[in-house]
T-cell receptor, first 114, second 113 residues
Framework: EAGVAQSPRYKIIEKRQSVAFWCNPI?????LYWYQQILGQGPKLLIQ????????DSQLPKDRFSAERLKGVDSTLKIQPAKLEDSAVYLC????????????FGSGTRLTVV | KQEVTQIPAALSVPEGENLVLNCSFT??????LQWFRQDPGKGLTSLLL?????REQTSGRLNASLDKSSGRSTLYIAASQPGDSATYLC????????????FGKGTKLSVIP
C-alpha cells in the first residue's frame, strides 16, 4: 500500500511569512495527526482529525496555526505568521483508529524560519 | 498528563553487541506502546507495537517488552549492525478514546563497525 505522502520536503521562509504543508494519508485511514518535532525532541501532537472532524487541537497555537481536513482525506497545516521558534519537522501520520492499530508516518516537512 | 522518558539519550556500541534501550511512562493506563526508528532527516518507521494486554513482541532481531504496572518498556536489539544506527523513539498511546501517542525524546544509537 502507498504510504503517507507529505509535501514539500523542505521549506525555508522568513519570519512573519506564511507557509502551508500538505498531507495525503493512507487510503481508508480515518484518523490523521499532525506532529511537530523540534530538533533533539520527540514529536509533539498539534492536532488530531477523525474523518473531517477535529478530535483534539488543544496543543495547536491557534493564533498562528490552522489545519483542515476537507472531505476526510487530505489535510493542510498552515502557519501565519511564522516565528523563529516554528523551525521544526512537521510530521503527518494516519491510522485506522482504535487501540489495536499503529500509526504510519510520512517523511515530514522540514521548516526553517530565518 | 502522560510523560515518556528514554534512557540513555545516546549509546555507542561495537558491532555484534546485544543492547537494551529503556523507556518509562508515568500513566499506566495506556492502550499500547510503540517503538519507532528515525534515520537522520527522515520520518518515523514503526518497529513494534505492544498491546496493553501483551508482555512482549518480537520482530527479527528486535524484542520489545512491556510492564504496565511499573510503567516500563525495553527494546532489545540482538547482534547489532552498523545499519541499526539511528534514533529510537518509544511512544505510549493513551487519552480517553483518542489513542494519541506521547513520545520520548529518543535514544540515538551508533553501532561502530
Amino acid at each position: 500500500e502507498a504510504g503517507v505522502a507529505q509535501s514539500p520536503r523542505y521549506k525555508i521562509i522568513e519570519k512573519r511569512q506564511s507557509v502551508a504543508f500538505w498531507c495525503n494519508p493512507i487510503s481508508g485511514h480515518a484518523t490523521l495527526y499532525w506532529y511537530q518535532q523540534i530538533l533533539g525532541q520527540g514529536p509533539k501532537l498539534l492536532i488530531q482529525f477523525q474523518n473531517n472532524g477535529v478530535v483534539d487541537d488543544s496543543q495547536l497555537p491557534k493564533d498562528r496555526f490552522s489545519a483542515e481536513r476537507l472531505k476526510g482525506v487530505d489535510s493542510t497545516l498552515k502557519i501565519q505568521p511564522a516565528k523563529l521558534e516554528d523551525s521544526a519537522v512537521y510530521l503527518c501520520a494516519s491510522s485506522l483508529g482504535g487501540r489495536d492499530y499503529g500509526y504510519t508516518f510520512g517523511s515530514g516537512t522540514r521548516l526553517t524560519v530565518v | 498528563k502522560q510523560e515518556v522518558t528514554q534512557i540513555p539519550a545516546a549509546l555507542s556500541v561495537p558491532e555484534g553487541e546485544n543492547l537494551v534501550l529503556n523507556c518509562s511512562f508515568t500513566d499506566s493506563a495506556i492502550y499500547n506502546l510503540q517503538w519507532f526508528r528515525q534515520d537522520p532527516g527522515k520520518g518515523l518507521t514503526s518497529l513494534l507495537l505492544i498491546q496493553s494486554s501483551q508482555r512482549e513482541q518480537t520482530s527479527g532481531r528486535l524484542n520489545a517488552s512491556l510492564d504496565k504496572s511499573s510503567g516500563r518498556s525495553t527494546l532489545y536489539i540482538a547482534a547489532s549492525q552498523p545499519g541499526d544506527s539511528a534514533t529510537y523513539l518509544c511512544a505510549a498511546s493513551s487519552g480517553a478514546g483518542s489513542y494519541q501517542l506521547t513520545f520520548g525524546k529518543g535514544t540515538k544509537l551508533s553501532v561502530i563497525p
